[in-house]
């Protein structure tokens, strides 16, 4: 298996290799670090083997932690020269770690910025910073519906909601509750703690007919009907029609593993973990579309990048690494292993991925997603938390909770934009 991984690797890799092939000396490691997810790691584990397969005298050390603490592991290591060399971030983090100075441009000579703008998804432009790519992802992301076929079957459900009515009414047929009135089994999750504040921006507010930003994402455009009709479609779902419960086994996810979930919408990435599962059968479909055939949807991505402590012999391994691992067969093996898509349209839109009944709903997905430039996207992301809850615990309506939330948000864009 190593043997045909290293053929894939070796015909796929850029002009950018061959560039870097003479750069790095022998016996040189690089340390590679990335947040903890089981299958993102298990794909880096098969990347580096192959990678050191093909340059013996590099070595890379996989270090990873927590996602709640990986931010802040990296802002320290990194000024003090420890740390990584190669460093896995969040698309929406890129303007801060260029800020904060944790990574450097990669050399246009080897990472042709015109070649990435012409092989890669366009979404990945927004890493390009005064005419440089300072990252590159391996992987892009989009949403769909995950179902659980056993459910499905049991209620006699033949196929997921094709629209957000439909969503409705099999979310219904799909919630139990016990004999005090207890939910047992939600019809689909919620939480935006997970992935339906994406959902709720770039899914159901456009698909209400509004937007949620102007085009340069740095003024709120959802204070309006469509948004406040997309907030109440999103709360009715446990308010009205009572196919969800707020903190439902604490997690979206937890639930929809644990079997007690009908649907759960989710990201591409989520696929590894589940395909780990025993006893789960389950599928994927497109997120519903309005009910006027509107469909909108999310796209995000992580990315990787050479720190600023990257220097001489690391810096030119690290940069052989980044090449490795952007590559075609990388991306193709991040896709089997992990499930995200790749970033480059070469290999995500092959007739076999785009038809492919896990894969095939998130790939098209990308045909109608948006991608949102974040200016600090956890507190972005509360401020929706916090705007779900005002109208669930205090009973707020709509209107007035929606607007706090934007006049929250606005005021973190101002305070970004303004320094």
Known sequence: M?????????????????????????????????????????????????????????????THFPYADYRTKVAAAIPAGEGPDVVQLFYGWLNDYIAADLIQPLPVEAFSPSEIDKDFFPMVQAMKKDGAYYALPTAVRSLALFYNQRLFDEAGITAPPADLDELIEVAKKLTKRDGAGNITQVGITTGMTAQD??????????????????????????????????????????KLHGVTASGFMDEPQAAFKAGRAGMHIDGSFRIGSLKAIRGLKWGVAELPAAVDGTQSNYSSYWVNAVTTKAE?????????????????????????????????????????????????????????????????????????????????????????????AAEAEQKILNEYYSK
């Not at 903890?36 to 580096?48: F, G, N, P």
């Not at 456009?206 to 709120?220: H, K, S």
């Not at 038809?355 to 098209?364: E, Y």
């Open 2 to 62: 190593m043997k045909t991984f290293k053929g894939l690797v070796v015909a796929s890799l850029t002009a950018s290799s061959a560039l870097l092939a003479s750069s790095a000396t022998a016996d040189v490691e690089i340390q590679y670090w990335q947040y903890y997810y089981d299958a993102r790691v298990t794909a880096m584990e098969q990347l580096i083997e192959g990678f050191e397969a093909e340059n013996p005298g590099i070595t890379v050390k996989m």
């Open 197 to 238: 504040h994406h959902w709720f921006r770039e899914g159901l507010i456009r698909q209400f007919g509004g937007t949620p930003y102007n085009d340069g994402y740095d003024t709120v455009s959802y204070n309006s009907e469509a948004g406040a009709a997309a907030l109440q479609y999103y709360t009715d779902l446990e």
């Open 312 to 404: 001489g012999e690391k810096y030119e391994a690290s940069l052989k690494f980044m090449s490795y691992i952007t590559s075609d067969a990388a991306m193709q093996i991040w896709l089997d292993v992990v499930g995200e898509l790749p970033a480059k349209p070469s290999v995500g839109l092959t007739e076999t991925n785009a038809n492919d009944p896990v894969f095939g709903p998130f790939i098209k997905g990308l045909a109608y997603a948006h991608t949102t430039v974040f200016a600090n996207e956890s507190s972005q992301r509360q401020v929706l938390v916090d705007m779900v809850a005002r109208t669930d615990i205090e009973n707020q309506p709509i209107a007035e909770s929606l607007a706090i």
